[in-house]
């Protein structure tokens, strides 16, 4: 009776996995199948103690690792590249103002000079005008007094 009953546990537990695998796969008896052998060939490694799953693991891990790491030096080259572009960039923006603030300075003092010596110039000719002006009424203010006081004619 015992057997009985372990041959229906067995029968069972083989149509459970059929279906797993046939569910997993899709509907595609194909695929289960070989969805089936990769697994029996990974149970079988793993109890001799060579997990072959492991293996593959670790050595995609290492190729992805090594095509990770060229990914990110070229990253840091294209940057570095970039940053160095940029601070040419920066450089010469920063001479061209230079260049620019010199040149409105000496602008800037020429139009102060000029402004300067129009002022120092019409200031110079107003003081000639009032000095002219007041000998010219000084003058005549002079031989008026004189007249009235009888000691100059015209």
Do not use: C
């Amino acid at each position: 009776m015992a057997s009985r009953r372990a041959l229906q546990i067995g029968g069972v537990t083989v149509v459970a996995g059929g279906a797993y695998y046939l569910y997993s796969a899709g509907g595609n008896p194909s695929v289960a199948e070989k969805k089936l052998e990769h697994d029996m060939s990974a149970a079988g490694a793993r109890l001799r103690g060579k997990d072959v799953s492991s293996q593959e693991a670790q050595k995609k891990a290492e190729v992805l690792a090594k095509e990770t790491g060229a990914a990110l030096d070229r990253t840091v080259d294209s940057v570095r590249g970039e940053i160095k572009q940029a601070d040419k960039v920066i450089t010469a923006k920063m001479h061209e103002a230079g260049s620019k603030l010199d040149h409105l300075k000496e602008d800037g003092t020429k139009t102060l000079e000029a402004a300067y010596q129009d002022t120092a110039k019409d200031l110079k000719q107003t003081a000639d005008n009032f000095d002219k002006t007041v000998t010219k009424k000084t003058t005549e203010a002079k031989s008026g007094i004189a007249s009235w006081l009888g000691f100059g004619g015209k």
